[in-house]
């Protein structure tokens, strides 16, 4: 859904470097969701914010791997230390409510690690 | 046991067919269902939702949900290749939000 602005769409990061992938989520939509998805794989839930709160962070890799949802701003998914295997289409989705609302999905940043 | 499985496909149907989309899921107690649609290298688009037993129309989709066998399906009438694309089977887990547990997806093919 164009409403929901992720970048950059495409990021190429050298191994050990730090990846920043942001999304705006669409007008009046104070939820935000990230979800990644490997390589012939399913999209898999990472991380659940409400401005300035983490709600449900169950999906996220223990270690490397953060998020924020600021009062001003985008979102942040934060990568540090990049491996290979975090190569993958992140996706940023936001709905204006909770479970009885659907989620759309901005178009994805798709990161390579060389 | 995967949480939502769908058959990986590809399913072939010619222009004008009927298209049968089949999910099943193994939490028992999800309330809400959802239907997207991927094409090759682009986001998720929302096709349908689902909330209650039996069927929900919008347009050439129609979303099937029946709790007491776990199953979800969804219908796509007079078929495009436009419709070529793999769609995704969404189970919401979240209490109070969306937690999106996906199927694999199932690849379709509309050929003309």
């Known amino acids: 859904n164009a409403g929901v602005m992720q970048n950059p769409r495409h990021l190429v990061r050298r191994r050990g470097q730090e990846a920043r992938l942001r999304c705006s989520p669409m007008?009046?939509?104070?939820?935000v969701y990230w979800y990644r998805q490997l390589p012939e794989e399913g999209l898999k839930f990472m991380v659940y914010?409400?401005?300035?709160?983490?709600?449900?962070e169950s999906g996220m890799p223990k270690e490397r791997f953060s998020a924020e949802f600021p009062k001003e701003g985008p979102s942040i998914l934060r990568i540090q230390q990049v491996v290979r295997g975090d190569s993958a289409a992140y996706f940023c989705?936001?709905?204006?409510?909770?479970?009885?609302?659907?989620?759309?999905f901005g178009q994805g940043t798709r990161l390579t690690v060389v | 046991q995967k949480e939502v499985e769908q058959n990986s496909g590809p399913l072939s149907v010619p222009e004008g067919a009927i298209a049968s989309l089949n999910c099943t899921y193994s939490?028992?107690?999800?309330?809400?269902f959802f239907w997207y649609r991927q094409y090759s290298g682009k986001s998720p688009e929302l096709i349908m939702s689902?909330?209650?037993?039996g069927d929900k129309e919008d347009g050439r989709f129609t979303a099937q949900l029946n709790k007491a066998s776990q199953y979800v399906s969804l219908l796509i009438r007079d078929s495009q290749p436009s419709d070529s694309a793999t769609y995704l089977c969404?189970?919401?887990?979240?209490?109070?939000?969306?937690?999106?547990?996906f199927g694999t997806g199932t690849r379709l093919l509309v050929s003309p």
């Open positions: 914010l409400q401005k300035e709160n983490i709600i449900d």
């Open positions: 007008k009046g939509h104070s939820h």
């Open positions: 939490d028992r107690g999800s309330q809400s």
């Open positions: 989705a936001s709905s204006p409510l909770g479970a009885l609302t659907e989620a759309f």
């Open positions: 689902i909330y209650s037993n």
């Open positions: 969404a189970v919401n887990r979240g209490t109070g939000f969306q937690k999106l547990v």
